[in-house]
C-alpha cells in the first residue's frame, strides 16, 4: 500500500531549476532510496516532504490525503547538515525537540530514557553536548530523530560520522523500525547500504527523477549480460570459439584452470553461451554478473548527461550551415 | 500557536537559567545602591578629620566666637606662640593658624596659615563665621545708633529669595506649573532606557537565531515548526527576559534602597543633613526645615502635572514598538549571515538610525519644538527613542497620533518583510550575503 507520494513536483530556486515534475511513491513498511549526484535535488524534495519549503507546482501526499502543516508531528527528519545546541543539557535539548514534534513532557522523557538505554548512553543524559565526540553526537541525534514514533522517517545521509560498528547498530535500528511499521525515505551516496536496505529506489539526476524502481528489479534492468565462467581447457580454442556474438573481457589464468568474464553481445538466453563452451572447456562454475548499484547509479548517470547533451546540440542548430 | 508558546518558554528559560544573566541581573541594583550609598558616605565622612586651629586674634572682637564643632576646634592664643608657630606647623598640634588683624572691619581680610592646602569647606566656614560675626555687630551698631524700633526684624523680612516657577498653558488655557529640569530627566532616561533596551535584546534576538544557524540544529527545529514561529517565539521570549531583569532591578532596588535607609537612619539622615547644612551655611534651621517640604511639593507638583498616564503609555508603546521592529530586523539579519564578521557588518544599516536618535536626544531636550525633534520623532526608525523623550515636555496630539501610526505600519512592514528573510536566510550557508540579496529574498515566493 502506497504510504506517500509525490506527484508532478516542481521547483525553481532563482535561476536554477531544484526539481521537474518529479514523482515518487513509497510504500507503506518500505524503505525508499533517493539517490543522485550531489546538487541534483534530493535536499530540495527531502525539504518539500518536510514542509520546509513549499513546490511551486505538484503536491505531496501521505496516505493519500495531501499533506498538511499537522502531518509535520508524525515525520521523523535526519538532515545531512546536522547539529544541537551546543551549551543545552543532551536530555533537554532532546525533551524540547521532542516536544516541538507534538510530545508531552513526560512522554518524550519517558521514550528518551528507553532509547539511551537501549543505545547504552544513560551516563550522558546530563552532560552538554560539546563534552561529547561527534560520532556520540550523532547517536543522540538519530535518538531526537525518532524518539516521537513517526510514521514517516527521512534520513539523509545517516551514516556519514559513525565508525564500523555504530553504523552497523543504526543498519539494526533502521531496519527495527521499518519491522516496527515506520516507512523511511533514505538519501546517501553509499551505494553498500541502498543494495543491504532499499526496497525502492529513485534515481534523480539534474532535476529530473531518471531511474524508479524496485531494487532488484533496476539491477536486473541494468545488467548487460556478462557473465564469469571458470572452466579447465585451452583459452586460444574457447576465445575462437566463442566468436564474434561474445566479448571475453578478462583472463586470468591459474595452473589449469581459466577465469574470464565474457560479455553477450547478443540478446540470447544465457544458455547459448554454456552451449558454445560445453564442446570446448570443462565448465567449473558459472555465474551472470548482476550489476551492484554503484554500476547502476554511473551508468543511469551518465546515460542521463550523454542524452541531455544530445539534446541541447539538437535543440540548439548551428548558425555555419 | 502551542509551538510559539514552546519556544519562548525554551528561550525564556535558557536565558534566565544563564550564570551572566543571574550574576547581571543581581549584580546592577547593588551596584546602583552601592554608588549611591558611596555618596552618601563620602558625604558623610568627608570631613571627619579632626582639625585645631589656632586663633590669634589681634582685633580682639572675637573673643568668645569661633566655639568648636565637631571635628574642628578653635582655640585662641596669643602674639608670641603665634609668631612662634607661624616658623614651622609641623610637629605643632595646631593644623593651621587663623590671624585676624586688628583692622578686619575696614579691610575685610583675614589670614590662615596653615602647612597643607586647606580644603575648601574649612575655608568657606571660617570666611561664613568671619563675615557672619562682623555683619550682626555691623546691623546691631546701625540699631542702636537710628534707635528706630523693631528695625531687626524690618531687616530680616528684607531678605528675599526669588525662585522662578515655569507655568505652561494647556490648550485649554489652564496654567501649570512645569519644570524643564524635571522634564528633561525624564525625557532623557527614557530615551536611554529604551535605546538599550531594544539594542542589548535585540542583539541578543540576533545572536540566538544565529547560534541556531551555526549549529546547524536550524533545519531539524523549522521540520518541527514555521520560521514565523519560531521567531515569534524568541522575539517575545526575549522580550519578557528584558521585563523580568527590569522587574527585578525595580523590586530589588526598592527593596535594598529601603534597607540601606533603615540601617543608616536615623543618625545618618541626621548627620547628612547637619553636613549639608553646615556645607551651604544654613544658620537658622527652621527656615531650612520650613522652605524643605515647600519644595518637596513642589517637584511632586511638577511630576504630577507632566501627564504621567501619557507618557507611561508613550514609553509601553514605543517600548514594545521599537523592540519589535529592530528586533525583527536583527533576527532577519542573524536568518542571513553565517559567521560574525558579515552580522557587523549587516548590523551597522540597522542601527544606525538608533545610535542617531541617541546622539540627538541631548539637542532635543533643549529645544522640544525644533524641527531636528520633529522629524526625528516622526520618522518611524527614530521614534521610538526620539518622541518619546519629547513627550514630557508636552506634543501636539496629531504629531503623536502620525508618530505612531507611522511606527506601526513600519513594524507590521518589518516583521512581514524579517519573516521572509528569516525563512530564506535560514537554510542559505556559505553565501555572501548583501543588502541587494536580501531585498531579491523578499520577492522569493515560499
Request: hydrophobic share 40%; with cysteine; aromatic share 10%.
Given at each position: 500500500m502506497e504510504f506517500f507520494s509525490a506527484k508532478n513536483v516542481n521547483k525553481v530556486f532563482a535561476d536554477t531549476q531544484a526539481l521537474t515534475n518529479v514523482s515518487i511513491s513509497v510504500k507503506q513498511q518500505s524503505i525508499f532510496g533517493l539517490l543522485g549526484p550531489n546538487g541534483a535535488g534530493k535536499t530540495t524534495l527531502i525539504r518539500i516532504i518536510n514542509q520546509i519549503t513549499a513546490p511551486d507546482s505538484g503536491e505531496v501526499f501521505l496516505e493519500g490525503k495531501p499533506m498538511t502543516r499537522a502531518d509535520i508531528s508524525r515525520i521523523g527528519y535526519l538532515p545531512e547538515e546536522r547539529g544541537l545546541y551546543k551549551k543545552m543539557k543532551i536530555s533537554e535539548q532532546a525533551i524540547y525537540l521532542a516536544q516541538l514534534k507534538g510530545m508531552s513532557r513526560h512522554d518524550a522523557a519517558v521514550n528518551l530514557k528507553k532509547?539511551?538505554?537501549?543505545?547504552?548512553?544513560?551516563?550522558?543524559?546530563?552532560?552538554?553536548?560539546?563534552?561529547?565526540?561527534?560520532?556520540?553526537?550523532?547517536?543522540?541525534?538519530?535518538?531526537?530523530?525518532?524518539?516521537?514514533?513517526?510514521?514517516?522517517?527521512?534520513?539523509?545521509?545517516?551514516?556519514?560520522?559513525?565508525?564500523?560498528?555504530?553504523?552497523?547498530?543504526?543498519?539494526?535500528?533502521?531496519?527495527?523500525?521499518?519491522?516496527?511499521?515506520?516507512?523511511?525515505?533514505?538519501?546517501?551516496?553509499?551505494?553498500?547500504?541502498?543494495?543491504?536496505?532499499?526496497?525502492?529506489?529513485?534515481?534523480?539526476?539534474?532535476?529530473?527523477?531518471?531511474?524508479?524502481?524496485?531494487?532488484?528489479?533496476i539491477r536486473e534492468r541494468f545488467k548487460q549480460n556478462i557473465f564469469e565462467v571458470k572452466y579447465r581447457g585451452d583459452f586460444e580454442k574457447v576465445s575462437t570459439t566463442l566468436g564474434a556474438h561474445f566479448r571475453v573481457l578478462s583472463h586470468t589464468e591459474q595452473k589449469n584452470e581459466n577465469l574470464i568474464t565474457v560479455q553477450h553481445l547478443g540478446s540470447q538466453s544465457n544458455n547459448e553461451l554454456i552451449k558454445v563452451l560445453i564442446p570446448v572447456a570443462e565448465i567449473l562454475s558459472f555465474e551472470e554478473k548482476i550489476p551492484g548499484m554503484n554500476d547502476v547509479f554511473i551508468q543511469a548517470v551518465e546515460e542521463a548527461n550523454r542524452k541531455a547533451a544530445a539534446d541541447k546540440q539538437v535543440s540548439e542548430p548551428k548558425m555555419d550551415l | 500557536?502551542?509551538?510559539?508558546?514552546?519556544?519562548?518558554?525554551?528561550?525564556?528559560?535558557?536565558?534566565?537559567?544563564?550564570?551572566?544573566?543571574?550574576?547581571?541581573?543581581?549584580?546592577?541594583?547593588?551596584?546602583?545602591?552601592?554608588?549611591?550609598?558611596?555618596?552618601?558616605?563620602?558625604?558623610?565622612?568627608?570631613?571627619?578629620?579632626?582639625?585645631?586651629?589656632?586663633?590669634?586674634?589681634?582685633?580682639?572682637?572675637?573673643?568668645?566666637?569661633?566655639?568648636?564643632?565637631?571635628?574642628?576646634?578653635?582655640?585662641?592664643?596669643?602674639?608670641?606662640?603665634?609668631?612662634?608657630?607661624?616658623?614651622?606647623?609641623?610637629?605643632?598640634?595646631?593644623?593651621?593658624?587663623?590671624?585676624?588683624?586688628?583692622?578686619?572691619?575696614?579691610?575685610?581680610?583675614?589670614?590662615?596659615?596653615?602647612?597643607?592646602?586647606?580644603?575648601?569647606?574649612?575655608?568657606?566656614?571660617?570666611?561664613?563665621?568671619?563675615?557672619?560675626?562682623?555683619?550682626?555687630?555691623?546691623?546691631?551698631?546701625?540699631?542702636?545708633?537710628?534707635?528706630?524700633?523693631?528695625?531687626?526684624?524690618?531687616?530680616?523680612?528684607?531678605?528675599?529669595?526669588?525662585?522662578?516657577?515655569?507655568?505652561?498653558?494647556?490648550?485649554?488655557?489652564?496654567?501649570?506649573?512645569?519644570?524643564?529640569t524635571v522634564a528633561f530627566i525624564a525625557s532623557y532616561a527614557m530615551g536611554f532606557i529604551i535605546y538599550f533596551f531594544v539594542f542589548m535584546y535585540g542583539a541578543a534576538v540576533m545572536r540566538s537565531v544565529m547560534e541556531e544557524k551555526k549549529s546547524r540544529i536550524i533545519e531539524v527545529i523549522i521540520s518541527s515548526v514555521k520560521p514565523v514561529e519560531l521567531m515569534a517565539g524568541k522575539i517575545i521570549g526575549t522580550a519578557m527576559v528584558g521585563l523580568t531583569q527590569v522587574a527585578i532591578w525595580v523590586v530589588l532596588g526598592t527593596a535594598v534602597m529601603i534597607g540601606v535607609q533603615s540601617f543608616f537612619s536615623p543618625e545618618t539622615a541626621q548627620q547628612m543633613g547637619q553636613s549639608i547644612m553646615e556645607n551651604q551655611g544654613q544658620m537658622n534651621p527652621a527656615m531650612t526645615q520650613a522652605t524643605q517640604p515647600n519644595e518637596v511639593m513642589q517637584v511632586m507638583e511638577m511630576i504630577s502635572n507632566l501627564n504621567i498616564p501619557l507618557i507611561l503609555f508613550s514609553f509601553v508603546f514605543y517600548f514594545l514598538a521599537g523592540y519589535l521592529l529592530y528586533s525583527s530586523l536583527m533576527g532577519a539579519i542573524g536568518a542571513a549571515v553565517d559567521n560574525d564578521e558579515d552580522s557587523q557588518q549587516m548590523i551597522f544599516p540597522v542601527t544606525f538610525p538608533l545610535i542617531l536618535s541617541i546622539m540627538v536626544l541631548f539637542s532635543i531636550a533643549r529645544n522640544p519644538e525644533g524641527s531636528v525633534a520633529f522629524w526625528f520623532s516622526i520618522i518611524p526608525f527614530t521614534s521610538p527613542v526620539v518622541m518619546l523623550a519629547r513627550v514630557p515636555y508636552g506634543v501636539p496630539a496629531w504629531e503623536l497620533l502620525l508618530s505612531m501610526f507611522l511606527l506601526v505600519l513600519t513594524v507590521v512592514g518589518a516583521i512581514a518583510a524579517a519573516a521572509k528573510i528569516y525563512r530564506v536566510g535560514l537554510l542559505m550557508y556559505g553565501k555572501k550575503v548583501n543588502l541587494k540579496e536580501m531585498i531579491k529574498w523578499l520577492r522569493y515566493k515560499n
Open positions: 532509547w539511551f538505554e537501549k543505545f547504552e548512553i544513560m551516563s550522558w543524559w546530563n552532560k552538554n553536548i560539546e563534552e561529547l565526540s561527534k560520532g556520540m553526537q550523532q547517536k543522540v541525534q538519530f535518538i531526537t530523530t525518532v524518539v516521537h514514533k513517526p510514521k514517516l522517517l527521512i534520513f539523509d545521509e545517516p551514516f556519514s560520522g559513525f565508525d564500523p560498528i555504530n553504523a552497523n547498530l543504526l543498519k539494526q535500528e533502521i531496519l527495527q523500525l521499518k519491522e516496527e511499521g515506520a516507512t523511511i525515505i533514505f538519501s546517501t551516496h553509499n551505494m553498500g547500504s541502498v543494495e543491504e536496505l532499499c526496497d525502492h529506489i529513485a534515481l534523480i539526476n539534474k532535476s529530473h527523477k531518471i531511474v524508479d524502481g524496485e531494487t532488484n528489479e | 500557536m502551542n509551538k510559539t508558546l514552546l519556544i519562548l518558554k525554551q528561550e525564556y528559560l535558557k536565558r534566565v537559567k544563564k550564570k551572566s544573566f543571574i550574576v547581571l541581573t543581581l549584580l546592577v541594583p547593588f551596584l546602583m545602591v552601592g554608588m549611591f550609598a558611596l555618596i552618601i558616605f563620602l558625604t558623610i565622612n568627608n570631613d571627619k578629620k579632626e582639625r585645631t586651629i589656632g586663633v590669634y586674634d589681634e582685633s580682639g572682637l572675637f573673643l568668645g566666637e569661633f566655639k568648636s564643632e565637631t571635628y574642628t576646634k578653635y582655640y585662641f592664643i596669643d602674639k608670641q606662640k603665634y609668631e612662634q608657630l607661624k616658623g614651622g606647623l609641623k610637629d605643632a598640634e595646631y593644623y593651621a593658624l587663623l590671624y585676624i588683624p586688628a583692622d578686619i572691619y575696614t579691610n575685610n581680610t583675614a589670614q590662615l596659615v596653615s602647612e597643607k592646602q586647606v580644603p575648601m569647606e574649612l575655608n568657606e566656614q571660617i570666611e561664613r563665621k568671619l563675615s557672619r560675626f562682623i555683619e550682626n555687630d555691623k546691623r546691631q551698631k546701625i540699631i542702636a545708633e537710628t534707635q528706630i524700633p523693631d528695625l531687626e526684624e524690618k531687616l530680616a523680612a528684607t531678605k528675599t529669595n526669588v525662585s522662578l516657577k515655569t507655568l505652561k498653558i494647556s490648550d485649554s488655557g489652564e496654567a501649570k506649573s512645569s519644570s524643564s
